[in-house]
């Protein structure tokens, strides 16, 4: 992913970044793309889709349309490596077009035999069954270092094998991704090997809707896919319970990429930025990924992580059976006691998650809590995980641990009456409510990044709200055209 941070970075250079932006939304990554790809003179025009259901918003006589996709193909002439878009597409001498045209082959030919490799598959069987020599596998596989690699099949891979008028094996190449084949290719009676590496483009899309059913209704509705709206929900988790809080008439906005392969777009590519306003309050997230390749979405005008310093609950799913008492009965002892944490009843081997990055202070036996991990968070919080059925592996005394890090497992080790997690949260020593505590915020990027992160930030807001006022426009012209007709 860190690759594609240049293009925010570019810019810098010009004060005019705002009228940059229509370039760098097309960016092409590496020059290989351009010759693989037959065509490189592409009419380059921008198309917008209104996807719309006509809406009734209370203030509004005319429908609005609630949702927009705007996609922006890439505007391939401008990326800075490429030729100006008078000059003539130059394509490498040294590449003749015949080799050129091979590259494509092990996607695109019909003439290849092809086996989608499964679970237990050998490219031994595999040779077999394409009655091929054993000593021809041998031959192959030991003809260079890379070629070693070759034995190393996964399932989900599939392996291509071209053929010789004489049905002796001319080609062999395994596409371990939509972007990576290995390929293997006699010449005369020895083979060279070779990785094939297609390159992305990323293309960057825009979308916005309201929220007239669910958050998934009304994202599909904007063209997003369902991991995209989970993505958006994780993003804006921390300010807004989507399950308690939503409310129609929210609104959401995404700057999203998407990555084409040959001119195709094969997969979405992370969220960039996003504004959702919830009950009249926006919230804002921008990506950001430091120089030593931590992303995170920070807040782009604090430049604050979305995240908190610690998640509210360390299991996924569970039911809340006791709640956090100055006192209770308890069931085992038999007697009033305070209850200074939360049970979350769950079946036996629930994974339990840290709430926040810490370091474990104690993991052992430790009487009532049965098997415990204590984690401290800095020097002011701490955390415990009480009746666990067993740890995760590599978990330790002094062990660092990562928000949302599987610690252990929901078990009854100690005075438990049934499967729970016995969940604690101290500050400064002193035992709080997990449910009411007011979580910390994470803390703003750091010192010598805030430079690199306003500059990454300043460009992707500035393409987001680009994208915002033609959406608007377009909303304005379509109410316009309703008017005149
Ligand atoms: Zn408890």
New binding site residues.
Partial sequence: MRDYKTTFREPRKSKLYLFRIPILATLIIGTAFYWFSGEQTATQTQTTSVLSQPLQLPGHDTPLPDSFVITKPADKTAASKQPGPQEPVKTDPSKTAEQVQRKTIPEMSATWESHKIKSGDTLAEIFKDWKLSSSLLHKIVNSSKQAKSLADIRPGETIKLLRDDNGDLLELAVVRSPTETFLVSRNEDSFESETITREVEVRQAYTAGIIENSLFLDGQKAGLTDSQIMEMAGIFGWDIDFALELRKGDSFKLLYEEHYLDGEKYRNGPILAAEFINKGTTYKAVRYTTPDDDTSYYDPDDGRNKKRAFIRTPVKFARIS?GFTRKRWHPVLKKWRS?K?V?YAAPTGTPVKSTGNGVISFRGKKGGYGNVIFIKHGGTYTTVY?HLSRFAKGMRNGKKVRQGQLIGYVGSTGLATGPHL?YEFRVNGSHRNPLTVKLPKAEPISKKYRNDFDQSSKQIMAQFNLYDRQATDQLAQLNDDKADG
Avoid: L
């Fill in positions: 006791s209850h944490g049970d009480g016995h």
